[in-house]
């Protein structure tokens, strides 16, 4: 096994990277391909990739990052929606002696992907990850909302139209390229999480510095995608998020509040759906965690765990003490959902005790 830095990776391992994730069952999701990690590499020192070897060949890639006292974490954690090793067929590492290879005690991960037999074993939580299923076309998606949430679909669709009416033409671009939309996302989305009472993440310069990355980086299986929804000449909505051949992973949405009767983020995302069709993409990842719009919109869940892998000792008691406490904490609320509004307003109210 050798551990490296994610630019140190030749294009020879990054191509036997790729041949790994295709032979895999689950599905092509780009947070699992080698250019989110060189991404997230150029912007986190502490990145790094073990790769592992049989016969002298690349037989398995862990990406993960180390901290100062020797604690492991997935790649990205935080942002990232899809998490774990990449092996080949057959390859059957023992964790304890995987993590001891990369010099960490332990490997957390909070959306580690199903049928990660290496590190599933030790989760602690399973989550629901919600998705779109446009693989038989989008028309095909349209009758299935029809079916499941026939006033959602017909709302949305009439809410489109008033838009239209009010703002000047809506018009929709999949995967646009100017640098103007992608600054407004990012201020609308800091404002959504300053108003619910949550972190602002581009706040954090590396967050910030990944997705300006990520928006460059267009290969086969990761390309960085903004989709924009248009009145007129003016943004209402957008997007960004990564997409493979056949998965788009949804990342950031965010709206102009301005225009938040209109519903634009739904309308947004019944637009990226019917794109994401006519390219050839057959599923839509909107991620982990509850929220309305997720319900009217999926077609299904897929299955995302929660948890880490310790090694004993001095570290793992150090994992213990600052992930365990608050990940039980909010454990605690998800499974009462009488607590989950009180507990939003805290964190708004909070948010605006902090606002000067």
Known sequence: MRVLSPRELGEGERERWRELRALADAPRNPFMEPEFTVAVGRVRP?????????????AGFLPYERGAWGQGRAIGLGVSDCQGAVLAPGAAPEAGELLRGCSVSSFAFDNLEAGQGLFVPYAAEEHATYVIDVEKGYETYESVLRTQSPKFLKTTLAKERRLGRRAG?????FDERDP??????????????RRTGRRDRFAREWIARLVGRLAETRSAQCTGTLSVLYAGDR??????GLRSASVLACWFPAYDVEFAKYSPGLVLHLRMAEAAAAEGIGMLDMGRGPAEYKDSLKTGELAVYEGAVTRPGVGAALHWLSREPVRRAHGFVRARPRLAAPASRVLRGSARLRRP
Not at 49 to 58: D, G, I, K, Q, T
Not at 169 to 173: G, I, K, L, T
């Open 235 to 240: 943004p209402v909505a957008a997007h960004f």
């Open 169 to 173: 033409a809506v018009r929709f671009v």
């Open 46 to 58: 502490q990145a790094r990739v073990a790769v592992l070897y049989e016969r002298a060949e690349p």
């Open 180 to 193: 103007a939309a992608l600054r407004a996302l990012v201020g609308w989305k800091s404002a959504q999480y």
